[in-house]
């Protein structure tokens, strides 16, 4: 089973960026698909990107496209999703998680490792 740790979170602005990091341990995670998804506050978790093993088989949240941008090292055993345009709705924690499977890249039961997760605010 891969280890995940999510990092880069933080306090923005509005319009702001941020880059979320996704650095896995154990296996490698070349071999994976990894996704996120996010929960905010009071709400159930939700799928935001997925990538497949290679870097392709992307997929966003109507919510996500056009704004951020998932993308994954092998070689450094890292998945990113680089977050542009920020709102206030993308308040959330951020979690990835990942499994072995490309199939049903949404449905968060066939996940095998998730990270801690890490939280972002955005101030409008």
């Known amino acids: 089973q891969v280890q995940l740790a999510e990092s880069g979170g933080g306090l923005v602005q509005a319009g702001d960026s941020l880059r979320l990091s996704c650095a896995a341990s154990?296996?490698?995670?070349?071999?994976?698909?990894v996704s996120w998804f996010r929960q905010a506050p009071g709400k159930e978790r939700e799928f935001v990107a997925t990538?497949?093993?290679?870097?392709?088989?992307?997929r966003y949240a109507d919510s996500a496209k056009g704004r951020f941008t998932v993308s994954r090292d092998n070689a450094k055993n890292t998945v990113y999703l680089q977050m542009d345009d920020l709102k206030s709705e993308d308040t959330a924690v951020y979690y990835c998680?990942?499994?072995?499977?490309?199939?049903?890249?949404?449905?968060?039961?066939?996940?095998?490792?998730w990270g801690q997760g890490t939280q972002v605010t955005v101030s409008s």
């Open positions: 998680a990942a499994k072995k499977s490309a199939l049903a890249a949404i449905v968060q039961s066939l996940y095998e490792s």
């Open positions: 990538i497949g093993w290679s870097g392709g088989s992307i």
């Open positions: 154990g296996r490698i995670v070349s071999t994976y698909v």
